[in-house]
């Protein structure tokens, strides 16, 4: 590669766009060219990542704001990206998503753990970010779909047993610790650290939506249920 690419990234005041944005600042390849947040226009990104503070002078700049790029990241709540998928995708040859939107291939899926897709069409377009799954296709894409996180792990544990032969795949029961940070920056009853410290408590027992994610992507998609317990863990 020669040159340096230009990359900007919408939604980059939660956790998810602000840790994508540390790992940015540092890649020999990237230029950092703008970082939205409507709440934080015209902030500096140190306002809200304090870890940032003297590694970028950028300030936040609203959606409507946006400018062309070489790469595009949504780090936006779920639906969002996919309802305003043309008007995003215009703005650069490359779209890397964090969201679920179109992490899924098969629309059945999607429906059952999060309902109506706006843009079903695009399903199975975008590369499903495990490159420990699918490095050589991650290579050349354009459309990539980031993992969510307890997918990941379980896949991470899961694929390489069932690849193996060493685990049946029989009902697979999986139990995740997560922390407050896995529901992001914005803090609810759940989720915020009076209600949640030194306890746990049982999230979503009859079905997390990562459960969707697992199966689509382990070799001879066996029966797998997740159950996740949140702790006051960061």
Same mark, same amino acid.
Request: proline share 8%; glycine share 8%.
């Given at each position: ?14 956790? @998810? ?54 790469? =595009? ?17 215009? =703005? ?5 998503? =964090? ?23 695009? =399903? ?16 050349? @894409? ?39 940070? @896995?529901?992001?920056?914005? @803090? ?47």
């Amino acid at each position: 590669m020669t040159g340096k690419k230009t990359l900007s990234i919408v939604g980059a005041s939660g956790y @998810a766009g602000g840790e994508f944005l540390r790992l940015a600042l540092s890649h020999p390849y990237l230029e950092v060219k703008q970082v939205t947040s409507r709440r934080f226009a015209g902030e500096p990104v140190h306002f809200v990542h304090p870890n940032l503070r003297g590694r970028t002078s950028l300030k936040f700049v609203p959606p409507e704001g946006l400018e062309p790029a070489d790469i =595009l990241v949504l780090a936006l709540p779920h639906g969002v990206f996919a309802r305003e998928f043309e008007r995003y995708a215009a =703005l650069a040859p490359v779209l890397i998503d =964090l969201s679920a939107d179109f992490r899924l291939k098969e629309l059945e899926l999607y429906r059952r753990y999060y309902g109506e897709h706006p843009r079903p069409d695009l =399903l199975g377009r975008f590369v499903y970010a495990v490159p420990e799954l699918y490095r050589e296709a991650l290579k050349g @894409a354009d459309w990539i779909a980031g993992a969510g996180c307890n997918a990941t792990a379980t896949l991470l544990g899961l694929y390489p047993l069932l690849k193996a032969g060493v685990l049946k795949p029989t009902p697979i029961f999986v139990t995740l610790l997560i922390s407050t940070s @896995a529901a992001g920056a914005e @803090a609810t009853p759940a989720s915020h650290h009076p209600e949640r410290a030194g306890s746990l408590r049982v999230y979503k027992p009859t079905g997390h939506r990562h459960t969707a994610e697992v199966v689509e992507n382990l070799p001879g998609r066996p029966e797998v249920h997740l159950t996740a317990i949140a702790t006051d863990r960061v």
